[in-house]
Nanobody, 125 residues
């Protein structure tokens, strides 16, 4: 059973920073790769960033590249998303999720199997 719990969302002014956390509970020795996705009001859910749990390779959507940093702490079984230089268009509910085994495209929503409940990020301009 996989459980994911996000935290760290909130209200911030444009140009500010937030750090999201995703605490995961996964079966022992699981190496699920993980990602962050977001959904703005009236829009489809979209990919933000992903990380390979073993090795730590990272991937980013073009819209956040250079501003967001994804990382993980193996010992704490926690993933993070450091968000800097936030813009109003980053306003969304942010979800952490596990990539399914054998994933091919890290930037496709359908590749994500287990989801957290989401955390709201609001950036005021």
């Amino acid at each position: 059973q996989v459980q994911l719990v996000e935290s760290g969302g909130g209200l911030v002014q444009a140009g500010g920073s937030l750090r999201l956390s995703c605490a995961r509970s996964v079966p022992t020795f699981s190496t699920y790769d993980m990602g962050w996705l977001r959904q703005a009001p009236g829009k489809e859910r979209e990919f933000v960033a992903a990380i390979k749990w073993t090795g730590g390779s990272t991937y980013y959507a073009d819209s956040v590249k250079g501003r967001f940093t994804i990382s993980r702490d193996n010992a704490k079984n926690t993933m993070y998303l450091q968000m800097d230089s936030l813009k109003a268009e980053d306003t969304a509910v942010y979800y952490c999720a596990t990539l399914r085994k054998g994933w091919v495209r890290w930037d496709r929503v359908y590749e994500y199997a287990y989801w957290g409940q989401g955390t709201q990020v609001t950036v005021s301009s």
